[in-house]
């Protein structure tokens, strides 16, 4: 006697199928940027050469981003010494950030939406207002 097939065997089989999908695609882009990337930091490293900060060219200050490629290459270097005194704040948010994007990623891999849950997005807003206070704070004591 022939066996029915049971309707959950065959969503498991689909929501496995696309969760794989996903993860492929994920780490696709993952893959992509992280050459990118170390193209970028090899380039910077041996030519000198990196993408000028338009703000501080215009204005003359710091925005919240500049010293986030010297970070970089330092953090590639592991000299985290480096790494901090090019952006500290952005320095001590990297790994809070980097969790927040694992979840983001992780939620994506298992429901398909780009959501972010509401501590994400606080996390977020707070690293935003904390980076803002960080560019004026460093302009007026040249930090």
Known sequence: MKKKSNCSDQVHAFTAWTVRKRWKRVLGYGILVICAGLLYAVFVKWSGIAIPCLFHLVTGLKCPGCGVTQMCVALLHLDFRTAFYSNQMLFLLFPVLGLVFIKYIADYVKTG???????????????????????VVRNIFEI
């Not at 807003?125 to 960080?134: G, Q």
Request: aromatic share 14%; charged share 10%.
């Open 113 to 135: 939406q780009w959501r972010m849950g509401k501590l994400q997005n606080g996390i977020l807003y707070t690293s935003i207002a904390l980076l803002l206070a960080f560019a």
